[in-house]
């Protein structure tokens, strides 16, 4: 399933923040608790729960409700369109990068 691009930017809106990026490093390694993944920010139980919506809400993690708790998951599904859109970028760089080295090396600059 192709992702709009009005979802590859909610995505890339949801990345934008070191925050959010961190918490999935995080659940990265393993699923965790809210209160797990607030442990190493320096900010509100609260805060941190915005920030668990916003990458719930783009799809990017889902919550799983055990009594009081709410366990987080990584879903790493939404990243490969993202991943997909950055690699062609990437292609770009690198074939222009090679071009100019083989211009440097050929004119003894």
């Not at 390694?29 to 915005?50: F, I």
Request: aromatic share 6%; net charge negative.
């Amino acid at each position: 399933m192709r992702q709009s691009r009005s979802d590859m930017d909610a995505v890339f809106g949801a990345l934008a923040d070191p925050t959010r990026r961190a918490i999935l490093t995080r659940l990265s390694q393993g699923d965790a608790t809210v209160n797990e993944l607030a442990e190493p920010h320096d900010m509100s139980l609260a805060a941190v729960s915005r920030h668990v919506h916003v990458l719930a809400d783009v799809g990017l993690m889902s919550r799983i409700r055990e009594g009081k708790n709410i366990r987080c998951q990584l879903n790493a599904a939404p990243l490969r369109e993202a991943t997909s859109w950055l690699t062609g970028y990437q292609r770009f760089w690198d074939q222009k990068l090679d071009a100019l080295g083989e211009f440097l090396e050929g004119d003894d600059v």
